[in-house]
């Protein structure tokens, strides 16, 4: 651990810290940031020094052994598996004579899910948070990198990095919100009517080849069916990125340290699953994450996706689905646009100057396209059966 500023410490790992510790700040809300998420991706190899994603985890002790806040913190040698593109900048700074890398990312390595990046205790007052702010920027400066960057952060937090001098940049992601259904057939009757048909076709048809459908969680999670899954993740990896970020080993590591907290959504033929999603369970939020098929059947994806996530939260009694990042398409089937926030800070003056014009800009053409996408939105109005 290095001292940095407020008496702050930086963990190389988030095993040096124990884990009732940080999750005393972490909270049980968010899945992502508890120390069973993140000490299996650094245990697995996935998120390494080696793989370009070197903890730098920022931690305020409380004197008695705990810690009054933290902010999961790495030192990124590249921009893979973040979900905010800055490959644009990377590239201009390199023209312009700079280094952009290494720099400092603030969030869950490989995940677009909004969650809170300044942690807190219970009971902290709210200068807790502004003093994991400074710590990183001391941390930037020390560094000597090229930028911080905090992604995929609720709003209010954006806000507060805002007034430490960071850029903010919004961003679209599409969710789907639960309003009191006891069904699926109760969300259904809110769509317009050429909707609510397209979705039953989908429906059916997905699962018109004799497939069937498991909810799979704690206990069920069984090694061959991680095998089975990770075959999947490799096939959708290959396709999307050249090299998946996740090994086989995290997933293990996963289902054994909070197996209760995830869900498996596997599609079954002739008994042999075919097809799944891994979602991670929050206290009120589905988060669909990783897909993956090795046979593909049409709208097969949307079923095991998209609505049967929507099954779940409706059984469950949770408030929205949030089913990963990008995908306009979600909009046919129910999921609505949604503001995602991340914050920026870059040492460069000149350069932090016209990024700052750059992401006015960017703000403008994000809030218009929200604006259109709620236009098109797939609910009946009232004349519409």
Known sequence: MDDIAFEAQILARIDDLDAAAWDACAGTDNPFVSHAFLGALERSGSATAETGWAPQHVVLPDGAGGIRGAMPLYLKGHSQGEYVFDYAWADAYARAGGRYYPKLQACVPFTPATGPRLLTRPGEPGDTADQLIAAALTLARRRGVSSLHVTFAPEDQARRLERHGLLLRTDQQFHWHNRGYAAFDDFLAQLASRKRKQVRKERREALSAGIEIDWLTGADLTEAVWDRFF?????????????????????????????????????????????????????????????????????LHFEVCYYQAIDFAIAHGLDRVEAGAQGPHKLARGYEPNTTWSAHWLADPGFHEAVEHYLSRERRVISAEAALFAEHLPFRHDADG
């Open 231 to 299: 075959d999947f993740y490799q096939d959708t990896g290959m396709r999307k990125w050249g090299r998946p970020y996740l090994s086989r080993a995290f997933f293990s590591m996963v289902g054994e340290a909070m197996g209760e907290r995830l869900v498996l959504v596997m599609a079954r033929r002739d008994g042999r699953y075919i097809a799944g999603a891994l979602n991670a369970l929050g206290a009120d939020t589905l988060y669909g994450r990783y897909w993956g098929a090795t046979e593909h059947h049409p709208h």
